[in-house]
């Protein structure tokens, strides 16, 4: 998000503080290269395999309706079952995972339209608007307003940086 930002000042500093920031990144990955926790299809268990199902599921349908009962019953899953599975694989429960997802695409909205804050909330799949605003709030750590307006201000964490 920095980089995408700092692309569209007119600052004479910018060249050099997006070619720092890549570099920043390009550290960022050597450092956490050991870190990567995809593995190839071949070497999970079948559980992992589906949780893996699941989260592309998620990732292509988070603007509808999601539930854990939903899931496992599309998945042929017992409800409880996925809910162990999911956390132990992703290190998230459903719920968290599926808000994050959403985050993530409304941050990204926010940054790449002017479309108003309320219809990206829907469009996104959050049909309570207070609601939003609380979920968006916990995982950047501002409102979307405020994300629009200078997203550097969002959590490290929940920025991508």
């Known amino acids: 998000n920095d980089i995408f930002l700092l692309a569209q000042k007119t600052d004479p500093m910018r ?7 890549f570099i920043e990144f390009l550290t ?5 290269q050991g870190q990567n926790l995809y593995r190839n299809e071949s070497e999970m268990s079948p559980a992992e395999q589906k949780i893996y199902a699941i989260t592309s ?3 292509s349908h988070y603007a509808e309706e999601l539930s854990l009962n939903m899931l496992a019953q599309k998945f042929f899953i017992s409800s409880y079952y996925l809910s162990h599975q999911f956390k132990d694989v992703t290190g998230f429960t459903v719920t968290d995972y599926i808000q ?4 993530r695409n409304v941050q990204a909205l926010l940054i790449n339209t002017n479309t108003p804050i309320t219809e990206i909330s829907e469009q996104i799949g959050f049909m309570d608007y207070n609601y939003f605003l609380r979920v968006f709030k ?3 750590g501002i409102s979307p307003k405020r994300f629009r307006d200078n997203p550097s201000q969002a959590n490290r964490s929940s920025s991508g940086s």
Not at 15 to 21: C, N, P, R, S, Y
Not at 100 to 103: A, D, G, N
């Open 15 to 21: 060249d050099l503080i997006i070619h720092q920031k």
């Open 28 to 32: 960022l990955l050597y450092l956490n």
């Open 57 to 59: 599921y998620i990732h």
């Open 100 to 103: 994050m997802t959403r985050v």
């Open 138 to 140: 916990k995982e950047t």
